[in-house]
């Protein structure tokens, strides 16, 4: 069988690589070895779908740590991570920091086949999601600042009068702002354009890392940027 992707294997220790690259080898999955993360984010190797495998110490934090790390450099590599001493805390908080996967090693050493080709999977979805947002964030910089300011109010669901009143404008500069938001984003949608907004922000991880990583992986709709169902605001 003849795989084209990459599994990683990040700091593992003797006993527990040799079983491992054995199975790796075993599904024709290319590897790359490291002595720590900081020899992996070094690596010009991360920008194709694969995955990393890792040890989870317990109350370690390498999830919290390497994801976003990897994410900020546009690297859709999933993650499967390696418990010898379960940890409910440590494991919980992985999966929050967005593991794709954590097996109990090596009393769950049967499963690594099923998680990697699932990580290589959840990776190159990944992939395509990044693409997405990326896209959405070119989309989003065509905008100009007036037309931001109206865009903003557009998603209050306030009507084009309101928002002439409020910015101090005329309607009909309004209308030719909201014009031009419009087909700048493809869509006559208000949700589709706050839903471009979302992809856009997804990347930036300043904030919340946690939740803009939940949001690239699951793609699921996040409810405080709710936008407003009306679709026609022009009265």
Known sequence: MSVHWICHLVNLATETYAPLSAIVSS??????????????????????????????????????TLIPELVARQSPLASVFLVERPDTRTIVEALQGGADDILDWPAESEHLPQALTAAHAASLRLQERMVQCTAAKNRLAQIGGGELEVLRLMLSGKANKNIAGQLGIA?????????????????????????????????????????????????????????????DAGE
């Not at 290319?30 to 984010?41: D, I, K, M």
Request: hydrophobic content about 35%; charged content about 25%.
């Open 171 to 231: 309607m009909r500069t309004v209308e030719a702002r909201r014009k031009r938001i419009f087909s700048k984003f493809a869509t006559r949608s208000i949700a589709e354009i706050a839903a471009t907004l979302r992809d856009a922000e997804a990347l930036q991880l300043e904030h919340d890392p946690a939740k803009s990583i939940r949001y690239l992986k699951s793609g699921l709709y996040l409810p405080q940027a709710d936008a407003p169902h009306t679709e």
């Open 27 to 64: 599904l024709g999955i290319g590897r790359r070895t490291y002595s720590g993360v900081e020899q992996l984010l070094a690596s010009d190797d991360l920008s194709q779908p694969g995955c990393v495998v890792a040890p989870l110490p317990p109350r370690g934090d390498i999830a919290r």
